[in-house]
């Protein structure tokens, strides 16, 4: 089931993954950097978008449908006016998105280095290094008064970059009473990962969480870990935020918690992205996300694509984690035998509950 593009469920249930980039098609035109495209330019754009958007989407038939828009549009001279990539992106993002409803179609600016041009390859070092500095998606990790454990996630990374931050989060949290996970602002990623996170949430091994399908109709199952994995915990409560900003891989863990009555959604509707896709180059200066994927949920056979996950109890972004806290801490009341712990976790719901008042 990345940066805001918004950041993409890739190959995947969110952030899309760049798995090797079409070569620079040799009828478009390049441009001067940031400079003012030409009729000839955007012309070459849209054709190519058109022809992408019909060979690559996931749905056939819509794929057909935005083509015929697009080649109509443009020779109408709906694009005549453009004069940057930047008004380009925005225009072509906001007419797919019309057409499809799709939040991971969209055109953005992503000029090529003059070393990808000339074939070289590109060094991974940025990428890792923004990746390092994020903590590979884990911003925050504590334990809450009255023995709740927090964590933040704002991104999902590849498995082989995220994998020791997780681990080390959830042996921080492993001796946590509740769990809050806070997904408020994720803006998507691998879909190898969500299902890494999940497998600390379920005791079971191999257990079947999602799929996804392609357009050709191959389908690529995702499972909680099958080999050891240390601080699983079925059993305690877990609680997750949401707002509508959660997008992509951050909803499918959000959708697939919720579909096995694993945890309690805590916030707002999330934005309602579910089909994965890649990137794909127009040209030296624009490409697209094109969602090759949908998404299958193990129970019910389904996703948020356009409908987001609902909260279990709806609550402003900026007081889920509080709400979230509270009930929290009556379900611990509630399994407290009476004695110091219990009046303590009592005392703390008090506080919490005059925050309320203020």
Not at 76 to 97: H, I, M, Q
Not at 153 to 175: G, K, T
Not at 216 to 245: C, H, I, W
């Amino acid at each position: 089931m990345r940066p805001r593009c918004r950041r993409r469920f890739a190959a995947s249930l969110g952030l899309a993954l760049a798995f090797g980039v079409p070569q620079l098609p040799a009828q478009t035109p390049r441009q001067p950097a940031r400079g003012e495209i030409s009729a000839e330019f955007v012309h070459a754009t849209v054709d190519s978008l058109a022809s992408v958007v019909r060979d690559e989407y996931v749905d056939a038939e819509v794929a057909t449908r935005v083509e015929g828009s697009l080649r109509k549009w443009l020779a109408e001279g709906r694009y005549a006016d453009v004069r940057t990539p930047e008004d380009l992106s925005r225009s072509l993002t906001r007419d797919l998105v019309a057409l499809t409803s799709d939040k991971h179609l969209a055109v953005v600016v992503d000029r090529e280095s003059p070393s990808a041009i000339a074939g070289e390859t590109a060094s991974a070092e940025p990428r890792l290094t923004a990746a390092r500095r994020s903590n590979f998606g884990v911003q925050r990790v504590e334990i809450l008064p009255g023995n709740v454990g927090y964590i933040n996630i704002r991104s999902f990374y590849r498995p082989d970059e995220a994998r020791e931050a997780i681990s080390a989060a959830m042996q921080v949290l492993s001796n946590a009473d509740a769990l809050i996970v806070d997904l408020r602002g994720d803006g998507g990623g691998s879909p190898d990962t969500v299902a890494l996170f999940a497998s600390y949430l379920f005791e079971t091994p191999g257990l079947k969480l999602f799929e996804i399908a392609s357009r050709s109709g191959d389908v690529r199952p995702y499972r909680t870990e099958t080999s050891p994995l240390p601080n699983r915990n079925e059993r305690r409560s877990v609680y997750v935020l949401t707002d509508a900003r959660t997008f992509s891989a951050g909803e499918g863990l959000a959708y697939i918690l919720q579909e096995r009555r694993r945890a309690e959604i805590v916030g707002e509707a999330t934005a309602g992205a579910a089909n994965p896709g890649r990137p794909y180059r127009l040209n030296s200066d624009l490409q697209v996300t094109i969602p090759t994927g949908k998404v299958r949920s193990a129970v019910r056979g389904a996703n948020w694509e356009g409908t987001g996950v609902m909260p279990d109890v709806a609550a402003p972004s900026n007081d889920a984690l509080r709400v979230a806290h509270v009930r929290a801490l009556r379900q611990l009341i509630e399994q407290a035998s009476r004695g110091p712990w219990r009046d303590l976790l009592e005392g703390q719901l008090a506080l919490l509950d005059r925050e309320t008042l203020r």
